[in-house]
T-cell receptor
Framework: AQRVTQPEKLLSVFKGAPVELKCNYS??????LFWYVQYSRQRLQLLLR??SRESIKGFTADLNKGETSFHLKKPFAQEEDSAMYYC????????????FGTGTRLQVFP | GAVVSQHPSWVICKSGTSVKIECRSL??????MFWYRQFPKQSLMLMAT?????????EQGVEKDKFLINHASLTLSTLTVTSAHPEDSSFYIC?????????????FGDGTRLSIL
């Protein structure tokens, strides 16, 4: 069965500190991995996906198949990064359902 | 572009009432729409996958007679919670993916908060 695990419910850092939001998954095939973000009072939106290998708002995430991880990282956190972050897995890019982790709330203090 | 609209955003009704939630893709066609449910401080749980012109596929444990899904066009899917009870109170979110376009992510609606008294 597919499963996404986000071990931290809350991560608090000060502005300028590095951030790493952990995500581990279990899936026997080759998954598509995503990070979604939900800012206060806004809808869920895609932050980045592993196939794009891109950096969005300073965030990056590398798929490590050996460790079955897809951790989200940012070297210098900003206050506007405070939000709820969800890691998600899909068996195919846009035609299949997303399996979400439980989410990590990131709080960045000034 | 790629906006998904949900209506209503908040509904409060009496126990036993049936409630319909609409999910519309405003500027694109969506062959597939997904319905999720989110309890407070918990993650999104997929309820069903809705394909235009065919029956929805429900996840294990989701009552299809309780949560009726209709996807009659490429821009509209509806979720009807029949004979709603307080335990059905939750946040319901839909998402949609482009028809015939590769490498496009799911786009989410704002969600509908359902409160059953």
């Amino acid at each position: 069965a597919q499963r996404v695990t986000q071990p931290e419910k809350l991560l608090s850092v000060f502005k300028g500190a590095p951030v790493e939001l952990k995500c581990n998954y279990s899936y026997s095939g080759s998954p598509e991995l995503f990070w979604y973000v939900q800012y206060s009072r806004q809808r869920l939106q895609l932050l980045l996906r592993h196939i794009s290998r891109e950096s969005i708002k300073g965030f990056t995430a590398d798929l490590n198949k050996g460790e079955t991880s897809f951790h989200l990282k940012k070297p210098f956190a900003q206050e506007e990064d405070s939000a709820m972050y969800y890691c998600a897995l899909s068996r195919s890019y846009n035609t299949d359902k997303l399996i979400f982790g439980t989410g990590t709330r990131l709080q960045v203090f000034p | 572009g790629a906006v998904v609209s949900q209506h209503p955003s908040w509904v409060i009704c009496k126990s036993g009432t049936s409630v319909k939630i609409e999910c519309r893709s405003l500027d694109f066609q969506a062959t597939t729409m997904f319905w999720y449910r989110q309890f407070p401080k918990q993650s999104l749980m997929l309820m069903a996958t809705s394909n235009e012109g065919s029956k929805a596929t429900y996840e294990q444990g989701v009552e299809k007679d309780k949560f009726l899904i209709n996807h009659a066009s490429l821009t509209l899917s509806t979720l009807t919670v029949t004979s709603a009870h307080p335990e059905d109170s939750s946040f319901y979110i839909c998402s949609a993916s482009h028809a015939g376009r590769a490498n496009q992510p799911q786009h989410f609606g704002d969600g509908t908060r359902l409160s059953i008294l």
